[in-house]
């Protein structure tokens, strides 16, 4: 793994099952390994948070959006997958799309109305 570091933040990837979570406050990003290297960061997201049940859209403040989405996890074990990412920080998980978390509920925020309408597909 090329994992970026500079002297204000460091990038330490966990593994949440075949997925690795490198997400930094100090850049407010993330980035997403397989044991093959660099991964797509939709199918990572949707790798660790694809059974999260849709609440629906929220009006924002604070967030990169106007308009954010709130995912809860189906059990307690699946709410562990939210410990890889730092809690209350909004991070840039992929082009135009942001994330974050309390702890509880997952947060994404997109800026593209295509991605908005595949996040909110079967809901």
Request: net charge neutral; glycine share 6%; charged share 20%.
């Amino acid at each position: 793994m090329d994992l970026r570091q500079s002297e204000t933040c460091e990038h330490k990837p966990i593994w949440v099952g075949r997925i690795a979570v490198s997400a930094c406050v100090d850049c407010k990003t993330v980035e997403w390994f397989s044991s093959d290297g660099p991964a797509d960061p939709a199918e990572a997201i949707a790798a660790l948070f694809g059974s999260y049940d849709l609440m629906g859209p929220l009006d924002a403040l604070g967030a990169p959006t106007s308009r954010v989405l709130a995912y809860a996890p189906p059990s307690s074990r699946k709410r562990k997958n939210l410990e890889a990412l730092p809690r209350r920080v909004w991070l840039q998980a992929g082009p135009r799309l942001w994330m974050s978390h309390d702890g509880v509920v997952l947060l994404l925020a997109t800026t593209q109305p295509m991605l908005f309408e595949n996040l909110t597909r079967g809901a």
